[in-house]
Protein backbone atom coordinates (compact mmCIF):
# COMPACT_ATOMS: atom_id res chain seq x y z
CA UNK A 1 0.00 0.00 0.00
CA UNK A 2 3.48 2.14 0.68
CA UNK A 3 4.64 1.67 -2.97
CA UNK A 4 1.14 2.80 -3.96
CA UNK A 5 1.21 5.85 -2.14
CA UNK A 6 4.78 6.62 -2.81
CA UNK A 7 4.10 6.47 -6.43
CA UNK A 8 1.40 8.50 -6.56
CA UNK A 9 3.09 11.13 -4.55
CA UNK A 10 5.80 11.34 -6.95
CA UNK A 11 3.30 11.55 -9.81
CA UNK A 12 1.70 14.30 -7.89
CA UNK A 13 5.31 16.36 -7.37
CA UNK A 14 6.40 15.46 -11.06
CA UNK A 15 3.09 17.37 -12.03
CA UNK A 16 3.50 19.87 -9.76
CA UNK A 17 6.50 20.62 -10.89
CA UNK A 18 6.28 20.69 -14.79
CA UNK A 19 2.97 23.05 -14.40
CA UNK A 20 5.63 25.35 -11.96
CA UNK A 21 7.98 24.71 -15.05
CA UNK A 22 5.21 26.13 -17.50
CA UNK A 23 4.24 29.22 -15.40
CA UNK A 24 7.76 29.74 -14.68
CA UNK A 25 8.87 30.57 -18.29
CA UNK A 26 5.38 31.87 -19.47
CA UNK A 27 6.48 34.84 -16.53
CA UNK A 28 9.67 34.51 -18.03
CA UNK A 29 8.98 35.34 -21.79
CA UNK A 30 6.38 37.99 -20.76
CA UNK A 31 8.74 39.90 -18.33
CA UNK A 32 11.54 39.40 -21.20
CA UNK A 33 9.33 40.97 -23.66
CA UNK A 34 8.41 43.43 -21.05
CA UNK A 35 11.15 44.92 -20.30
CA UNK A 36 12.39 44.98 -24.29
CA UNK A 37 9.19 47.07 -24.67
CA UNK A 38 10.07 49.30 -21.36
CA UNK A 39 13.89 49.77 -22.56
CA UNK A 40 12.49 50.91 -26.04
CA UNK A 41 10.52 53.59 -24.68
CA UNK A 42 12.76 54.97 -22.28
CA UNK A 43 11.37 53.89 -18.85
CA UNK A 44 13.33 54.40 -15.63
CA UNK A 45 16.62 52.18 -14.52
CA UNK A 46 14.99 51.58 -11.39
CA UNK A 47 11.54 50.06 -13.29
CA UNK A 48 14.17 48.06 -15.41
CA UNK A 49 16.08 46.65 -12.23
CA UNK A 50 12.88 45.62 -10.43
CA UNK A 51 12.19 43.71 -14.19
CA UNK A 52 15.15 42.56 -14.43
CA UNK A 53 15.02 41.42 -10.51
CA UNK A 54 11.70 39.43 -11.98
CA UNK A 55 12.89 38.21 -14.87
CA UNK A 56 16.10 36.52 -12.50
CA UNK A 57 13.56 34.95 -10.39
CA UNK A 58 11.25 33.42 -12.59
CA UNK A 59 14.55 32.24 -14.34
CA UNK A 60 15.72 30.78 -10.98
CA UNK A 61 11.98 29.07 -10.86
CA UNK A 62 12.30 26.99 -13.72
CA UNK A 63 15.94 25.68 -12.88
CA UNK A 64 14.79 24.94 -9.37
CA UNK A 65 11.68 23.46 -10.56
CA UNK A 66 13.08 21.66 -13.48
CA UNK A 67 16.19 20.30 -11.03
CA UNK A 68 13.09 18.73 -8.60
CA UNK A 69 11.23 17.21 -11.80
CA UNK A 70 14.47 15.75 -13.16
CA UNK A 71 14.88 14.48 -9.54
CA UNK A 72 11.61 12.73 -9.40
CA UNK A 73 12.37 11.81 -12.41
CA UNK A 74 15.38 9.90 -11.38
CA UNK A 75 13.84 8.43 -7.98
CA UNK A 76 11.64 6.73 -10.79
CA UNK A 77 13.98 5.62 -12.59
CA UNK A 78 15.66 4.20 -9.64
CA UNK A 79 12.85 2.49 -8.28
CA UNK A 80 11.99 0.77 -11.46
CA UNK A 81 15.63 -0.20 -12.20
CA UNK A 82 16.19 -1.99 -8.23
CA UNK A 83 11.89 -3.65 -9.08
CA UNK A 84 13.64 -5.19 -12.67
CA UNK A 85 17.03 -6.54 -10.66
CA UNK A 86 14.91 -8.10 -8.30
CA UNK A 87 13.02 -9.40 -10.49
CA UNK A 88 15.49 -10.63 -12.44
CA UNK A 89 17.52 -11.84 -9.51
CA UNK A 90 14.61 -14.34 -8.12
CA UNK A 91 13.76 -15.46 -11.72
CA UNK A 92 18.08 -16.20 -11.74
CA UNK A 93 17.44 -18.41 -8.54
CA UNK A 94 14.21 -19.82 -9.01
CA UNK A 95 16.01 -20.79 -12.85
CA UNK A 96 19.37 -22.12 -10.82
CA UNK A 97 16.72 -24.16 -7.66
CA UNK A 98 14.30 -25.53 -10.96
CA UNK A 99 17.43 -26.16 -13.48
CA UNK A 100 16.91 -30.26 -13.08
CA UNK A 101 13.14 -29.80 -13.62
CA UNK A 102 13.78 -27.58 -16.53
CA UNK A 103 16.01 -29.59 -18.27
CA UNK A 104 13.71 -32.58 -17.49
CA UNK A 105 10.56 -30.45 -18.82
CA UNK A 106 12.22 -29.39 -21.85
CA UNK A 107 13.62 -32.81 -22.88
CA UNK A 108 9.60 -34.30 -22.13
CA UNK A 109 8.51 -30.96 -24.13
CA UNK A 110 11.06 -32.79 -27.08
CA UNK A 111 10.00 -35.98 -27.02
CA UNK A 112 6.55 -34.86 -27.55
CA UNK A 113 7.34 -32.58 -30.47
CA UNK A 114 9.10 -35.76 -31.63
CA UNK A 115 5.80 -37.95 -30.85
CA UNK A 116 3.80 -35.16 -33.27
CA UNK A 117 6.53 -35.44 -35.78
CA UNK A 118 7.58 -31.82 -35.95
CA UNK A 119 10.23 -31.18 -38.22
CA UNK A 120 13.05 -29.08 -36.67
CA UNK A 121 12.10 -25.94 -37.55
CA UNK A 122 8.47 -26.35 -36.81
CA UNK A 123 9.82 -27.96 -32.98
CA UNK A 124 11.67 -24.63 -32.43
CA UNK A 125 8.75 -22.57 -33.32
CA UNK A 126 6.76 -24.13 -31.42
CA UNK A 127 9.42 -24.11 -27.89
CA UNK A 128 9.61 -20.44 -28.85
CA UNK A 129 5.74 -19.67 -28.44
CA UNK A 130 5.73 -21.76 -25.10
CA UNK A 131 8.67 -19.41 -23.99
CA UNK A 132 6.36 -16.19 -24.92
CA UNK A 133 7.77 -15.11 -27.83
CA UNK A 134 5.59 -13.14 -30.79
CA UNK A 135 5.73 -14.24 -34.20
CA UNK A 136 7.48 -11.16 -34.97
CA UNK A 137 10.16 -12.12 -32.13
CA UNK A 138 10.60 -15.66 -33.68
CA UNK A 139 11.08 -14.54 -36.51
CA UNK A 140 13.72 -11.87 -35.90
CA UNK A 141 15.74 -14.93 -33.86
CA UNK A 142 15.60 -17.15 -36.27
CA UNK A 143 16.06 -14.85 -39.19
CA UNK A 144 13.02 -16.03 -41.22
CA UNK A 145 9.87 -14.05 -42.73
CA UNK A 146 6.80 -13.40 -40.13
CA UNK A 147 4.60 -15.39 -43.17
CA UNK A 148 6.95 -18.48 -43.02
CA UNK A 149 6.89 -18.08 -38.65
CA UNK A 150 2.92 -18.43 -38.74
CA UNK A 151 2.99 -20.89 -41.45
CA UNK A 152 5.15 -23.33 -39.40
CA UNK A 153 3.15 -22.03 -36.08
CA UNK A 154 -0.29 -23.72 -37.91
CA UNK A 155 1.49 -26.58 -38.72
CA UNK A 156 2.61 -27.16 -34.76
CA UNK A 157 -0.93 -26.62 -34.25
CA UNK A 158 -2.11 -29.03 -36.65
CA UNK A 159 0.64 -31.79 -36.17
CA UNK A 160 -0.32 -31.34 -32.43
CA UNK A 161 -4.20 -31.35 -32.64
CA UNK A 162 -3.77 -27.99 -30.70
CA UNK A 163 -6.42 -24.92 -31.77
CA UNK A 164 -3.70 -21.97 -30.71
CA UNK A 165 -0.66 -20.85 -28.72
CA UNK A 166 -3.05 -20.92 -25.27
CA UNK A 167 -4.00 -25.32 -25.85
CA UNK A 168 -0.22 -25.54 -26.68
CA UNK A 169 0.54 -23.88 -23.38
CA UNK A 170 -2.03 -25.57 -21.47
CA UNK A 171 -1.09 -28.93 -22.86
CA UNK A 172 2.67 -28.71 -21.44
CA UNK A 173 1.07 -27.00 -17.82
CA UNK A 174 -1.98 -28.83 -17.34
CA UNK A 175 -0.31 -31.97 -15.84
CA UNK A 176 2.71 -29.50 -13.57
CA UNK A 177 0.12 -27.62 -11.28
CA UNK A 178 -1.85 -28.89 -8.77
CA UNK A 179 -5.60 -29.68 -9.73
CA UNK A 180 -8.22 -26.65 -9.11
CA UNK A 181 -9.84 -27.35 -5.51
CA UNK A 182 -13.02 -25.57 -5.02
Do not use: C
Not at 64 to 88: C, D, H, P, V, W
Not at 124 to 129: D, F, I, K, S, T
Request: a neutral charge; proline letters at 1%; aromatic letters at 10%.
Amino acid sequence: MAFINDDQLIKDNKQFSQWAIVLSSIVFVLIALDIVGDYRDGVPWSHLFVEVLILTLSLAGIVYFGRLYYQFAQSKINSLTQGLALANHQAQQWREANRELIAGLAVQIQKQFDTWQLTRAEAEVGMLMLKGLSHAEIANVRNASERTIRDQARAVYRKSGMTGRTELSAFFLEDLLLPYQQ
